[in-house]
């Protein structure tokens, strides 16, 4: 399963909410994967040395208005989030506001999730985003409708446990062992890393020498080439070492 | 992250006494929010028009940066958005006068708001518009009637104003490769960009792969 096209999706449910503590705070931004609120992971996103993802989707519940809310007794049953969500890798924010300072991110209403007949995107994330192997990634979301304020000043005092209060989407692909190295590759020679280009690349290469059964002596022989150069290379530098003259 | 697909969101919703938050969306609180009232005919700049949320200082690309514009929303329907860069307005009408831009109903915004799908201008602006280092832009909407002010449970997301802007902003090094583009009169996208990086970097090979010469490679290092 070396190209696998996965699909991440966080939210908060009345189910998670027993306490004001289960509510995060508005105008705050907190990880989807390592937050304590909703269905989180506990660790951050770590692509290891033998990974290489790209993000080609993020997503968030819409809605804007908090007056849109609606109660059964004291009971919430709908909530608008007015939500935004950013992606970090490693300390560096993906999205800026046009005087170049981090941003929030990109809201629901235009990536929303789930999309409907009536609501549609309006923003796509081409080109996609590329994380690199040792690189740590997170999807952040900042809530600005103030759910926990509203909590405490006593407009409801339970949540309805089907209802979602924010939601986050993410669609990356993940390409592991041999395809994250040929990922990699496409990526130093500057071709866009897609499913297609990296299945490109390895039948490109199995065409070419994985079929051979002389491949051994070829790389041997390329091996030792290389290494005559360095050595002639070094001679003419007068960089060489007693080693370089020995035959 | 040197070609990244930026948007922007303006609106009109803010908490009861506050009519700019700076720089960021302002926190709301349910009972106590209202809608900025806007004025017939008079055009609002998103960034620095000091209504909704605004920025500090108008857009401005810095020498390495490069933005390419495609797309605009905005909603009401009655409200029209423009673009500006510097002192040149994008929309014009047939005699060659400034237009007041294009309306929430050819470019509705959410998509799909009171029902109006973004069937008409879909692909957004084309050709793109390039804003080069150095050039301010903005965008401005202006309402051709009225919009009051909203407030308790009327403040509903059918009845605040947004103005979305989509763009792609280049810059580092690839602001060098779109400016290579530009003088050599290509289109400038990510494809474009893409592709003319794997040119350099595959001409770039080639030239390291290639034999020298012998009167160069077996010359001896002068020092």
Sequence with gaps: ????????????????????????????????????????????????????????????????????????????????????????????????DP??????????????????????????????????????????????????????????????NNLTIASVFVDYTLYDGTDA???????????????????????????????????????????REIAKKRKEQRKLQGVATISDYEP | MAVRRQAYEWRNVMPIGQKVSLNNHPVLKPNQVHTIALSKDIPIDIFVGNIGNTLDIPAELKAFQYIVLDAVAVSHPTIHVQIYVNTTRYFENPDGTVSKGISGNIVPFPNGRNGILNYDYKNGLNPPLYIAPMQTWGVEITPLEDIPEYTGNDVTDSNIAFCFVKYLLIDGVDALVAKALIDAGWELSVENIQKYKEIILKNHILAATSELPPTISRRKRRV
């Design chain 1, 99 to 160: 005087q170049n300072l981090y941003s929030a991110g990109i809201s629901g209403m235009a990536s929303p999730y789930p999309q409907t007949v009536y609501r549609t995107k309006y923003y796509d994330l081409f080109p996609p985003i590329y994380v690199l192997p040792e690189q740590t990634w997170d999807v952040r979301f900042t809530l600005f409708n103030d759910i926990r304020g509203a909590y405490a000043d006593g407009l409801f005092t339970d949540v309805a």
């Design chain 1, 1 to 96: 399963m070396a190209i696998r096209g996965e699909l991440y999706e966080w939210d908060i449910t009345g189910i998670d909410i027993n306490t004001i503590n289960d509510l995060p705070t508005a105008g705050q931004e907190y990880s989807i994967f390592s937050t304590e609120f909703g269905s989180a992971i506990e660790q951050t996103a770590l692509v290891s040395e033998g990974d290489f993802i790209v993000i080609n989707r993020i997503s968030c519940k819409e809605g804007v208005s908090p007056n849109e809310y609606e109660l059964d007794g004291t009971t919430l049953t709908k909530w608008n989030p007015n939500m935004f969500i950013q992606v970090v890798i490693n300390t560096t924010g993906y999205y800026r």
């Design chain 1, 181 to 223: 190295m040929l990922a990699r590759k496409l990526l130093s020679l500057g071709v866009p890393v897609t499913v297609d280009s990296v299945q490109w690349l390895r039948q490109l290469i199995l065409k070419n020498r994985g079929l051979d059964t002389e491949t051994f002596d070829f790389y041997l022989k390329a091996v």
